[in-house]
């Protein structure tokens, strides 16, 4: 479903954008280090202080980069809104890239090995669903770039979810006509109109089979986006790929989540 542009700004928008130090004093924040096949992993985590009740969760998914301060960064966020905000570690501690081509390597590894992704994902969740202070069945899935493409698989691959939010998401799916069927959650897809990295037939490929298995979802385009539109630091030169960053199009996607999670949550 193509959705048309309003932009606008919610008051809980303006509170997200608050100073770091009014930011810093509502909320709790926490490395989290965990485990999987013997391997060590660095996520990070940020919810309310005294929400007094159990908390509805979002598990964010970083880039290609690996998790840092910008994922960090939308977890507090997103516990300002007041969610519990879990930034997973997909690569394992320390394994961060240190430039595009080892990003491209890195995120290559689970793009070809999507049994090791869900198995990633899983642990998160699993983890996620174990902490005492949210509801376990109140979880959604929100992903950037490479973390976009694990949120939607996590739908494909059948976890039991309130949604799945992505931002200039990588498209491309090699279950998708089968696996389509195991999504029960509705998807909030925000997509640049100028994004070079997704290939158009993959976006038809994706409608197609949403339609036709009948599943809600949004796919929101803004016009004359790249890809990467959310992050403050592309600047569109060749060292960034050309990915710029888009102030409109960053405050509407930002928005239209809230919007959702409130909805979904």
Sequence with gaps: ????????????????????????AHIETATLAYQQDGKDFEGFIAY?????????????I????????????????????????FAMD??????????????????GTY???????????????????????IDPTKIVV?????GGMAAIESALMGADLKGVVTFHAALGFPTLAADTKNIKEPLLIHHGGADAF??????????????????????????????????RANNGHAEHLGMQYDGKADLASWASTLTFLRKVL
């Design 48 to 60: 309310p202080k005294n929400a007094g009740k159990k908390l509805a969760a979002v598990l964010v």
């Design 90 to 107: 997909m690569y394992g501690k320390g394994i961060r890239a240190k430039d595009h081509k080892e990003a491209g390597e890195l995120s």
């Design 198 to 231: 997704v290939k158009p037939e993959q976006i038809k490929a994706l409608k197609s089979e949403f339609d036709k298995a009948k599943i809600e979802y949004q796919f929101i385009v803004y016009d004359g986006a790249t890809h990467g539109f959310t992050v």
């Design 1 to 24: 479903m193509q959705k048309k542009l309003v932009f606008f700004i919610t008051p809980l928008l303006l509170f997200a954008c608050s100073p770091k130090n009014q930011r810093d």
């Design 62 to 85: 970083h880039d290609w980069d690996g998790l840092d301060d910008y994922e960090k960064m939308r977890a507090k966020m997103l516990a300002e809104n007041g969610y519990f905000a």
């Design 111 to 133: 793009g070809k090995d999507r049994k090791l992704l869900r198995s990633r994902l899983e642990t998160a969740l699993n983890i996620l669903k174990a902490r005492k202070e």
């Design 142 to 146: 929100l992903g950037y770039c490479f």
